[in-house]
């Protein structure tokens, strides 16, 4: 699926980023190499029950906020420094970074794919039912004023999920700023899932979910872009959308959306696609599993603690069959 | 997912089973030790590269057909003696057995879980968009005499994929027989997408993809049985099928299609559901990822290939230096 992948992604590479002793992101070695100059806000080590390498924030950081500050006075440093092209995109726009249940601090978007931190963000299939050419799809061509992807071809409407926002409301927020769609059209909106994968580039790691959303649009309504980000809507019949989808000039981090909503709208089928349930899974893919630190940690210890209280036991028999042994008289004496 | 797990699924207990070479099934240790009965059929041993537990099916038998004969041999053998419970439920219909792009042989739909064999099916989600009720799903009783779950509420069609017909004719098919639904109607089914998902019960192992499809039907239609096999249909809003499919009545193996349909039609949200992307991955397991022994077959042999021919070319190169020590002399005499 990635379309420009730099280098392999090898598991020796990366390293389980960890916050509060759960895992919240990847890092690869180009990255731990620059986070060892701040040994005072990551503590990259050897975990001693895994005997797999870490990088950990400080521990020491009291809450949400102190770890945000922290990680902030890196990302500004490293920016200023020049090191990462990714953070020459800086928004001023903060991702949460959560594990399974909670947010535990909070990073400018530009710093995610460096820490490998799981990326959501929404997407709206704008389609209609055209009555001689079927089914249709507004998509977007990106202005080239972008700080990522300018100028290619996009779905209609799409954006991350930022700190402070809900998914439903980033969608509604995102369908009137890029495309000016009426609360009236809006309100059709259905959700229709998610499609989960990952993309690495030369910005870094991209392990990203986008919630999916459907909305069937009037024949005469033209999507108006609102804010300057984008350059140009174009509606396609689903036959031409999939050949744009496969050309260079698609935002590859947005094909999987396009691809399922064309396989949820009976135009991909098993009948007319060979790798059709490879294709589902592949836009489907466990993005959970890559992120499972804790686990195998809480299982080794487990481990460990049963080795020893079984040691122990040996141990207590051991001293048991001595006393029996030796202390018997001692015991028949006391009696 | 599963809501009757006898037992764990444990990787130790389950060894690939290859046929001409490509992994098309799982085999466990209870079917294993009735297979070493038949050595002639079944080959039981260590792969040579992988160091791994193999059940390989003779490779001398020649094609399709004699391959189909002899395991057809081995299951009605094992059926007459009554070993598995899978095998009393035979039915003379029978199941593709397949590699990634070939089908190697059929075995009977009964004797599929006890080789782990990829199971393949097609579901129709019938249902109306009541003016005052929503959405509502049409449901299906089975059957009491049914050899699989009987009497078990389930999706308003299904049924699985037999040798000889394809996707979208079985669910024509099965739509005419199950719920009596006409041509014109048929005509409106939606091709929608596959779940997939891994089940185990004390039948054995269920590796199962169903492909679905969405018919939206008119409000006065209602589903008619005619080939026998349900007992009862019943229209319910979405709220009131949701209830249902957590109960212990609903089969468990059509649980996956109904969550999906709802997931895709907006009923089940991000905002309403806080487990919603794990249950997204979770209703597309990547079971591609359990029938790789070729791949790592391959990978190990290019490996061993690789070592030797540098073994070979470090001797090469030691001979080479054996040969300037020693022969330099003969080399000149012979200048």
């Given at each position: 699926?990635?379309?420009?992948?730099?280098?392999?992604?090898?598991?020796?590479?990366?390293?389980?980023?960890?916050?509060?002793?759960?895992?919240?992101?990847?890092?690869?070695?180009?990255?731990?190499?620059?986070?060892?100059?701040?040994?005072e806000i990551f503590c990259i080590r050897n975990c001693e029950f895994t005997k797999q390498g870490i990088v950990e924030l400080n521990p020491a950081f009291?809450?949400?906020?102190?770890?945000?500050?922290?990680?902030?006075?890196?990302?500004?440093?490293?920016?200023?420094?020049?090191?990462f092209s990714a953070l020459q995109g800086w928004r001023d726009e903060y991702y949460e970074v959560k594990s399974e249940y909670r947010s535990l601090l909070k990073m400018d978007r530009s710093a995610t794919p460096l820490f490998g931190v799981r990326k959501y963000g929404v997407d709206i299939n704008g389609y209609v039912q055209h009555p001689t050419q079927g089914l249709c799809i507004w998509l977007q061509q990106?202005?080239?004023?972008?700080?990522?992807?300018?100028?290619?071809?996009?779905?209609?409407?799409?954006?991350?999920l930022s700190v402070g926002y809900g998914i439903k409301e980033t969608a509604i927020k995102e369908a009137?700023?890029?495309?000016?769609i009426p609360s009236d059209l809006v309100k059709n909106l259905v959700s229709a899932g998610c499609v989960s994968f990952f993309f690495e580039s030369e910005q870094g790691l991209f392990p990203n979910t986008e919630y999916v959303f459907d909305l069937e649009l009037p024949l005469d309504f033209v999507p108006q872009n609102a804010d300057g980000?984008?350059?140009?809507?174009?509606?396609?019949?689903?036959?031409e959308c999939v050949e744009r989808v496969f050309t260079p000039d698609f935002k590859t981090t947005s094909c999987p959306v396009v691809i399922d909503f064309l396989i949820r709208h009976g135009y991909i089928t098993p009948e007319n696609e060979v790798h059709f349930t490879q294709i589902i899974e592949l836009l489907h893919v466990p993005l959970q599993s890559l992120y499972t630190y804790k686990s195998v940690l809480e299982q080794k210890q487990k481990l460990k603690q049963q080795n020893q209280s079984q040691q122990q036991s040996h141990l207590a028999n051991n001293i048991k069959t001595i006393e029996n042994g030796h202390n018997n008289k001692d015991a028949t004496i006391n009696n």
């Open positions: 699926m990635p379309k420009k992948l730099t280098k392999g992604f090898q598991k020796g590479d990366i390293r389980p980023f960890l916050v509060e002793g759960e895992q919240v992101g990847l890092v690869k070695a180009d990255v731990i190499k620059q986070l060892q100059r701040y040994p009291r809450d949400y906020a102190e770890r945000t500050k922290q990680v902030d006075i890196v990302l500004r440093d490293l920016r200023s420094k020049g090191i990106r202005s080239n004023t972008k700080e990522t992807w300018p100028g290619k071809w996009d779905n209609m409407v799409g954006g991350g009137a700023e890029e495309a000016s980000e984008v350059q140009a809507f174009e509606l396609l019949p689903a036959k």
